[in-house]
């Protein structure tokens, strides 16, 4: 009974003491000197590929923002162009329209000012 009271009394010391391995490797006592040497190509090739993602995800995120802006600028040429096909085809009809009554021989003159409206 003694011993196993020792034994509780020392695992308790050892838990408050903070002698776990999360200590020893927070205070860089569990990686060696020697570590580093032997697995020295190894982080070498972590670091390259880290940074290599890294800059991987710079060059997509700038490839997105200019894909954003190509098609916010694609969605203005297409509205003017659907204005200009706009112009187009009235003027086609005007065209046409002041065509078929000089063919006819109506008195009809175009506008180039809305009707007034008279107010009293």
Excluded: C
């Amino acid at each position: 009974m003694a011993k196993e009271k020792n034994n509780k009394k020392g695992k308790k010391e050892k838990k408050s003491s903070g002698t776990g391995w999360m200590s020893e490797l927070r205070y860089g006592r569990s990686v060696s000197l020697e570590f580093f040497k032997t697995h020295a190509w190894l982080m070498m090739i972590f670091v390259i590929a880290v940074i290599s993602l890294m800059g991987l995800r710079y060059k997509t995120k700038t490839k997105m923002s200019e894909i954003k802006k190509l098609n916010i600028e694609l969605q203005r040429v297409e509205s003017e162009k659907l204005q200009e096909k706009a112009r187009y085809m009235s003027l086609i009809r005007e065209t046409e329209m002041r065509r078929m009554v000089a063919e006819k021989g109506l008195d009809l003159q175009y506008q180039d000012q809305p009707p007034y409206e008279l107010t009293k």
